[in-house]
């Protein structure tokens, strides 16, 4: 079937490629019908299951009920926004009340530079989309001026970005972390 090529067959069944019985650790076969799709753990002395209504498994079911919550990439999010049967999933085209409120960027110093800005346009496109304000939040532990950094990521104004950092005394040094670059 469709969309179903990453992952194994084992005895006439799929194996889920990213997820193990949350009980006792054994695989988890997928199985269908009409009705639901669901996983199911293989040790026949467990019960383990994990239906469809709990962990979406098809796009079909994403694009019938949006996720209250969706990790993406901005790669896919880029691609999405303008495909007219995944969109929704992003938020467009939706009630006020099913549109995100809430972006979350991590590791926002990776998007500097021409990629950065392709970002924040990208971002400025789907805020567009979406129709509404979306309160946009990013981590980084490496960023030295947040408040401009994330500004213009955002296209918010840096007087009205908030830097939230420890103090110093705040600061534990309990490990060391060393980096060695190989060319």
């Known amino acids: 079937q469709k969309g179903w090529k990453s992952w194994k067959e084992k005895k006439g069944k799929r194996i889920c490629p990213f997820l193990t019985c949350l009980d006792c650790e054994s695989e988890l076969h997928l199985f269908e019908d009409e009705r639901s799709t669901e996983l199911r753990c293989v040790n026949t002395t467990c019960t383990g299951s ?11 079911q994403q694009t019938e009920t949006p996720p209250d919550l969706l990790l993406t990439s901005v790669e896919t999010l880029n691609r999405q926004i303008q495909n007219d049967q995944y969109q929704k999933i992003f938020g467009v085209g939706m009630p006020e009340e099913e549109r995100p409120k809430m972006l979350l960027l991590d590791e926002a110093h990776t998007y500097s530079g021409l990629a950065g800005a392709q970002v924040a346009l990208l971002l400025r496109r789907w805020r567009h989309a979406v129709g509404n304000p979306v309160h946009t939040v990013g981590l980084s532990a490496t960023l030295l001026d947040g408040e401009t950094f994330f500004g213009d990521l955002s296209s918010t104004n840096p007087n009205e970005v908030m830097v939230v950092e420890p103090t110093n005394t705040e600061m534990e040094p309990d490990g060391k972390e060393h980096l060695i670059a190989l060319r």
């Open 50 to 60: 994990i239906s469809s209504e709990e962990l979406f498994l098809t796009r079909k």
